[in-house]
């Protein structure tokens, strides 16, 4: 039985731990109207990139001398797995369902007999991923200095995956993040970049355009653009799905911690009354003993 | 009143513009064209220079550096990976420009140098015509 001092310090402690995690929770919201503005600013650029793409690609596409990055190096062997996650832990499972797809995915590629290399882009992913994949690991990209994900970082992520492409690393790239359904739901996602895969339908333009320079070189052009453009779409995503995470945890730690303190100062007010019981049958046991 | 067109200028981060405008000059890869309302649908890449879309209460200049124009007979929507608006354009942006192609010029390989020098000089010449020094 823990003593009254003992009870009334976890009191405060839980009441500060609240504190915090309520106020973890109004910043996430907070971020989270932003990630969401910047996540919906950049779907136009995105809708319409991938719908031109995605036409010039249907158009170019089955013919001699198409682009590596379209058509593929005409092996699989060799998986790149570029993995997305947060820089920051107390978002609930936002880490580590990520971490969990792309495991299952790894070793799913392995069991198949495929080489599998990873890029972890955001340290949580990182960690969760080391103790078991670690001889994989081809590199990491640090964003934790990075408050504002810009385009930047994404072309920059993109440029070192089409230089190792370009290098022969590697022949089938995906990304994982996790996607942004709603506050209380975000599901992790794999993506394959390299070689581009369209959805069916997406660009289905009747237009026939007039094409400056040559389909082929507009098309070689847009296609390293391409992987940094849903690089960069990703990372919204994920941003807003980390944000969207993390306030959702902190609801929850915050709520448990008032459900915590009410039973904690109702066992409190029990052993006050307990011990007040206690003094006055010593006391009346004294006076009857005279 | 003359024809009116849709204009939609986005870059990944941001929408930029949106309006209707009565012809835009495109610094095109291949040379510089002005689509006006019921142009023929054509596509082409960017080379760094100024965009401009005239409207009916002026012209509004943007500083693209790189993406593609899609233009069809009802619209123009230009997709730039960076695009700053004229009159926001500084040195540093200019300074970071600059060294941005000039990077890109010492890692090119063999076979791309040519175009990656004429994609630092198109940038030069852009820092002469803003009145910023360019080198």
């Known amino acids: ?290 | 009143m003359a024809d009116m067109m849709q204009f939609d200028l986005v870059s990944p981060e941001r929408s930029l513009a949106s309006f209707e405008v009565t012809e835009v000059q495109i610094p095109g890869a291949e040379g510089d064209l002005t689509a006006m309302p019921s142009h023929t649908p054509t596509l082409t890449t960017l080379r760094p220079g100024m965009l401009s879309a005239i409207s009916t209460d002026g012209s509004h200049d943007f500083l693209v550096t790189g993406g593609f124009a899609e233009i069809t007979a009802a619209g123009v929507t230009i997709l730039a990976e960076q695009a700053v608006a004229k009159s926001d354009v500084t040195q540093d942006d200019m300074d970071d420009m600059l060294a941005a192609s000039k990077a890109a010029v010492d890692a090119a390989p063999e076979d791309a140098v040519d175009a990656a020098n004429k994609t630092h000089a198109d940038v030069v010449a852009l820092a002469g015509t803003l009145g910023l020094s360019g080198s």
Do not use: W
């Not at chain 1, 915090?20 to 990630?35: E, F, G, N, P, S």
């Not at chain 1, 013919?63 to 092996?75: R, V, Y």
């Not at chain 1, 320079?213 to 807003?240: C, H, K, M, W, Y």
């Open chain 1, 1 to 290: 039985m823990p003593s009254l001092k003992d009870l009334k310090n976890r009191i405060e402690s839980v009441k500060s731990t609240r504190k915090i995690t309520k106020a973890m929770q109004m910043v996430a919201a907070a971020k989270l109207r932003r990630a969401q503005d910047a996540a919906e600013a950049s779907r136009p650029y995105t809708e319409r990139f991938n719908a031109v793409l995605g036409g010039l690609a249907a158009s170019v596409g089955n013919a001699e001398g198409a682009p590596k990055l379209l058509s593929g190096t005409g092996s699989d062997k060799v998986h790149m797995m570029v993995v997305m996650t947060a820089e920051r832990g107390l978002c609930g499972g936002f880490n580590s369902s990520i971490a969990k797809l792309a495991k299952a995915r790894a070793l799913e590629l392995e069991a198949a007999g495929h080489t599998v290399k990873i890029l972890t882009v955001g340290k949580k992913g990182r960690e969760a991923l080391k103790r078991d994949l670690e001889d994989k690991f081809v590199g990491h990209v640090d964003l934790s200095d990075v408050k504002r994900v810009g385009y930047d970082n994404a072309a920059a992520i993109g440029k070192d995956l089409l230089a190792r492409f370009d290098a022969g690393e590697f022949d089938v790239a995906t990304i994982f993040f996790s996607r942004f359904q709603s506050v209380i739901s975000q599901t992790p996602t794999a993506q394959q970049v390299i070689p581009a895969a369209f959805e069916e339908g997406e660009g289905a333009e009747d237009t026939a355009f007039d094409y400056e320079p040559s389909e082929q070189a507009i098309l070689a052009d847009l296609l390293p653009r391409g992987v940094s453009t849903q690089i960069f779409a990703a990372l919204l995503e994920n941003g807003a799905s980390e944000q969207g995470a993390r306030m959702s945890a902190m609801d929850n730690a915050t709520r448990n911690a008032g459900e915590m303190i009410d039973k904690l100062t109702i066992q409190f007010n029990r052993s006050r009354q307990a011990v007040i019981t206690n003094e006055l049958i010593e006391i009346i046991s004294g006076a009857e003993a005279l």
